[in-house]
């Protein structure tokens, strides 16, 4: 990923497995310091409520969301399918 891919692209999404637990100490390998306020940084992950990639996204600035909210809508969906 470079520059002008970060500058481009605002949103970054996290759909790997890298910093759920109990592999906290993982990160997306992405350019962090190039991340800045208008980045979008969401984490489909929801344990840790922060991951790393999350907090270094924090550290620059970004707007953070975790996967709670989606797996929330996910149970809803589901809970109105199945009942």
């Known amino acids: 990923m470079t520059r002008e891919i970060l500058q481009e692209h605002t949103v970054i999404v996290n759909c790997t497995p890298q910093g759920m637990w109990p592999n ?20 489909c992950i929801y344990n840790p409520e922060e991951t790393l990639f999350l907090q270094r996204g924090k550290a620059a600035g970004c707007r953070t969301l975790n996967g709670m909210p989606m797996l ?3 149970a809803e969906a589901a809970w109105q399918i199945w009942n």
Do not use: G, M, V, W
């Open 72 to 74: 929330i809508k996910q």
């Open 24 to 43: 906290t100490d993982d990160a997306p390998n992405i350019p962090y310091n190039e991340l800045t306020p208008k980045h979008l940084l969401y984490d």
